[in-house]
Each structure stands twice: as structure tokens, then as C-alpha cells.
């Protein structure tokens, strides 16, 4: 498939005025619907195909239409999916691990200066409330917890958040795809697809074939087993 030149990333400003139409609009689908759908309407998967179709292809596979179960809803589903990963991630990035630790432990602080406002007197429904002891026990267990966490436990924290909140998105896409997009597509012409997208928006880098085959290792690998 044509490689496309992808559309800038939201800088500061973008993100902050989204934010403030949000609060105007009505929230991620408002927005997502002016500012996200046409931007994802440009990605070669979208264009000159047909209203009810997409573009597909594999590297073993040529180029051709597919057609969707429902185009509207893809679009629509892939935007909000994109606006909320989008939004996420400006907000982690702004997280400095030394001022997550310094909240954390203020949060502490207060937490603890709520506890030594507890009343001591006897509790008439003590079968309903736990004792002192047993709230001091707990809460010098919790204190010792958080207060060993260095600033590189925060560092770990927020990359590993940063990883779930792309994790989520693949999910979410991958799903999308496979509710709204169509039923004829295989997975590994889901997965090129999706990293087109990703391109396009500039959330990964590199070529559609190999984005899509690190999505995939990502995949299985933080995928988590299923139950019964």
C-alpha cells in the first residue's frame, strides 16, 4: 500500500484547546468527530474506496477493497479510540516521577492527619468498624510500602502506565476492526491496518509491515490468559 505522509501529532496547544472544546462539545465524541474522523478519513486505508469499503492488504497479499459491516461506526469508534489514547498520553507526559513521589507522600501526610483525628472513645457498632489498633496496624503497614518507593519506582510506574494506556488502544482497535470493519479481513491485514493508522497519527514509527509485526508481538506477549 502508498506510503502517506502522517499529519503532525497534537502539540501542547492542540491538546489543551481539545480539552476546552470537550468541556464545550460534550466530551471525546464531539470531538472525536470533528477533529479525529477527518484526520483518519485521510489514512490510505479510507481513501478512494467506496463509502461502504476499505483498503486491505498483506505483504503476501495485492492491494483491494473490502467491504465493511458497518464504515460509519469504524470511523467513528477508531476516532473516540484515538482522542482518548491521545489525551492519556499527553497527561503522562507531563508526569515528572519526582512530583508524583512528592503528591504521594503529601497524600500520606493528610491521610495520616485524618487518622489522628479519629475519635479514640468506644465504638457502639464495633462489629461494623475496625478498631484503632487494627487501623494503625494496617496503616503503618501501608506507610512503610510507600515510603521505601524511590523516584525510580515512579519512573517504572509511569512507563509501565504509558504501556498499558497503548495496550488499551491496540485492544480497543482490535476490536473495533473486528465489530465494524470487515468481516473478510484477516488478522494480519487488521494489524497493517492499524499500523497505518498509528502511522498516520504519528504514535509509532518505522515501515506499516514492520509496525504491524511489533503490534503483534506486543500483543502476545502482554496478552493476558483467558479463564475456563
Known amino acids: 500500500m502508498a506510503s502517506q505522509k502522517p499529519s503532525p501529532g497534537l502539540s501542547t496547544a492542540t491538546a489543551e484547546k481539545i480539552v476546552q472544546r470537550m468541556a464545550e462539545l460534550g466530551g471525546t465524541q464531539a ?26 492488504e498483506t505483504p ?62 468506644r465504638q457502639h457498632a464495633s462489629t461494623h468498624r475496625p478498631r484503632r489498633p487494627t487501623i494503625n496496624k494496617a496503616w503503618s503497614i501501608v506507610q512503610e510500602a510507600i515510603r ?19 495496550m488499551h488502544l491496540l485492544n480497543t482497535m482490535c476490536h473495533t476492526f473486528a465489530a465494524y470493519g470487515p468481516s473478510a479481513y484477516t488478522q494480519t491485514a487488521v494489524y497493517n491496518g492499524i499500523a497505518i493508522i498509528l502511522l498516520h497519527f504519528e504514535i509509532e514509527k518505522g515501515t506499516p509491515e514492520k509496525v504491524a509485526a511489533r503490534l503483534l508481538r506486543w500483543q502476545h506477549h502482554y496478552r493476558k490468559p483467558s479463564k475456563g
Not at 470531538?31 to 486491505?56: D, H, K, N, V
Not at 513521589?101 to 487518622?115: F, G, V
Not at 521505601?148 to 497503548?166: F, H, I, M
Open 31 to 56: 470531538i472525536a468527530s470533528r477533529e479525529f474522523e477527518p484526520r483518519l478519513l485521510q489514512t490510505s486505508l479510507f481513501q478512494e474506496c467506496g463509502e461502504e469499503y476499505i483498503w486491505g
Open 60 to 121: 503476501s497479499t495485492p492491494k483491494r477493497t473490502f467491504l465493511c459491516q458497518n464504515r460509519p461506526m469504524l470511523v467513528r469508534a477508531l476516532a473516540e479510540a484515538l482522542i482518548q489514547y491521545e489525551l492519556l498520553a499527553r497527561r503522562l507526559a507531563k508526569s515528572i516521577p519526582q512530583k508524583a513521589q512528592q503528591d504521594t507522600l503529601a497524600a500520606l501526610e493528610r491521610i495520616e492527619q485524618s487518622l489522628a483525628l479519629m475519635p479514640t472513645r
Open 148 to 166: 521505601t518507593l524511590s523516584v525510580e519506582d515512579y519512573v517504572r510506574v509511569a512507563k509501565a502506565r504509558r504501556r498499558e494506556a497503548r
